[in-house]
């Protein structure tokens, strides 16, 4: 729970860790969690890098490009409309770049902007190591920061997570160790871990393509609590449609719907907002 402006008590999109503050201990610090369940979605990770590595029949051949020196860079932008259960309604502005090197080494960050706050409200960086071994499995990570200025909160994360794709499908899934700041300290810097709080959620997303209009068009739809900007609690899913419309070699249009739940209570079902995006994505 939070104090409005105006003075009434609403849920933001932090409503989810209110249990966990009234745990933390003053001038201690927390580490990374080390339970038993966490630990095992950390070899399970491994054990797929391991197999994808290897290069088995099911993981799926894909083209080789190890022989490739091209550097593959895309730019997108988006603006977007948020309609909120309890914050009310507001405009939102992101924008992406990425490096793709070889067909391997890929690297990507960006930015989100909210208009009702007048701050940026996240940014992150992610790293990945495309197609291991030819396969379809390809291992990322990702540094996630959201900041929330007017309450002096920044929430950031580390999200380690393997990305498995094919033409018609992908599915992601890690770990999200993610460190809460509310002391307003280093706010704008996403690799402070120095916090009162720390938690380890999994990371998880599942979607399908379904190829429109002699494959110029897709409609893509996932599962999933997470994006590029967020990553939620494992009850904080939403349910994300995209329409998507190549205008040629280079420029791709694109809009998006997203039903989220709050996911204070596990897989509850309490409508938290909705959001419309529509952006552009640019291969330079």
């Known amino acids: 729970m939070i104090t409005h402006p105006e003075g009434c008590m609403v849920h933001d999109e932090t409503n989810q860790w209110s249990l966990l503050e009234s745990n933390v201990v003053s001038n201690h610090k927390c580490h990374l969690p080390t339970s038993v369940n966490h630990w095992l979605l950390i070899g399970l990770i491994c054990a797929l890098t391991l197999l994808s590595w290897n290069g088995p029949a099911w993981a799926g051949p894909v083209e080789n490009t190890e022989s490739k020196t091209f550097i593959a860079k895309q730019l997108t932008f988006a603006a977007g409309f948020e309609s909120n259960r309890t914050l009310g309604d507001h405009w939102a502005l992101r924008g992406s770049y990425q490096l793709e090197s070889q067909g391997k080494y890929r690297v990507q960050t960006g930015l989100s902007y909210n208009q009702a706050t007048g701050y940026i409200n996240a940014l992150f960086i992610d790293l990945g190591y495309e197609k291991i071994n ?8 990702k540094f996630l920061g959201n900041q929330y200025p007017e309450y002096n909160k920044a929430v950031n994360s580390i999200i380690p997570y393997m990305h498995w794709d094919k033409s018609s499908c992908f599915i992601e899934a890690g770990l999200n160790f993610r460190f809460i ?14 916090t009162d709080l720390a938690e380890s959620i999994p990371y998880y997303q599942f979607g399908l393509r379904i190829p429109l209009q002699n494959s110029c068009s897709t409609l893509t739809a996932a599962f999933k609590n997470c994006d590029e900007m967020y990553a939620g609690n494992l009850g904080a899913y939403r349910f994300h449609f995209n329409y998507s419309r190549e205008i040629n070699e280079h420029i791709t249009v694109y809009g998006t719907l997203d039903y989220w739940q709050s996911g204070g209570i596990v897989m509850a079902n309490t409508y938290y907002k909705t959001t419309f995006y529509a952006g552009i994505e640019v291969k330079l």
């Not at 030819?134 to 990570?141: A, E, L, P, Q, T």
């Not at 700041?181 to 120095?194: P, R, V």
């Open 181 to 194: 700041n509310y002391t307003g300290e280093q706010m704008w810097n996403i690799f402070y871990y120095e």
């Open 134 to 141: 030819n396969s379809r499995y390809s291992f990322r990570i």
